[in-house]
C-alpha cells in the first residue's frame, strides 16, 4: 500500500503569519527542523540557527508576540519546496521584508532559510 505525502498547509500557514498565531505555526515544523536566520544581526557568515521545535518555539513566539503587521505576498509551492515574502510593518512606519524558502517532508517543515532586511 503506498501513502500519499501530505501536502503543506499554505492557506493555514499564511493565515497564521498574518494573524500572529505562534502556535500554529509551530505545528508546521517537524521535530527536528532547522531555520537558519541572516540579517543584519546574523550576518552570512555567522547565521542564526535554531534546531528543533524546542529552539524553534522562542524565536516564533517573539517574532509573533511583536507589534507589527505581516503580509504573506507571492508563495509558491512545489514538490517539497515552498518559497514565500513576508512584509512586515511596525507601527512607527519600520518596514521589515523577509524572503523565505523551505524545505518540507510529509507537510511539515524540515529545514528553512530566511533573510530579513528592513528600515534603518
Request: proline share 6%; aromatic share 6%; with cysteine.
Amino acid at each position: 500500500m503506498t501513502t500519499t505525502p501530505l501536502a503543506f498547509d499554505l492557506t493555514g500557514f499564511t493565515r497564521a503569519t498574518e494573524e500572529r498565531d505562534s502556535r500554529f505555526l509551530i505545528d508546521q515544523y517537524a521535530e527536528d527542523a532547522e531555520i537558519r536566520v541572516v540579517d543584519r544581526t546574523h550576518p552570512p557568515r555567522s547565521p542564526l540557527v535554531l534546531r528543533g521545535k524546542a529552539e524553534i518555539r522562542p524565536w516564533l513566539e517573539d517574532t509573533y508576540s511583536r507589534d507589527m503587521t505581516h503580509r504573506v505576498v507571492d508563495p509558491v509551492v512545489g514538490a517539497g519546496l515552498i518559497a514565500l515574502t513576508v512584509e512586515c510593518r511596525y507601527p512607527d512606519g519600520i518596514n521589515v521584508h523577509c524572503a523565505c524558502t523551505a524545505e518540507v517532508r510529509d507537510g511539515l517543515i524540515t529545514r528553512q532559510s530566511v533573510v530579513q532586511v528592513w528600515d534603518e
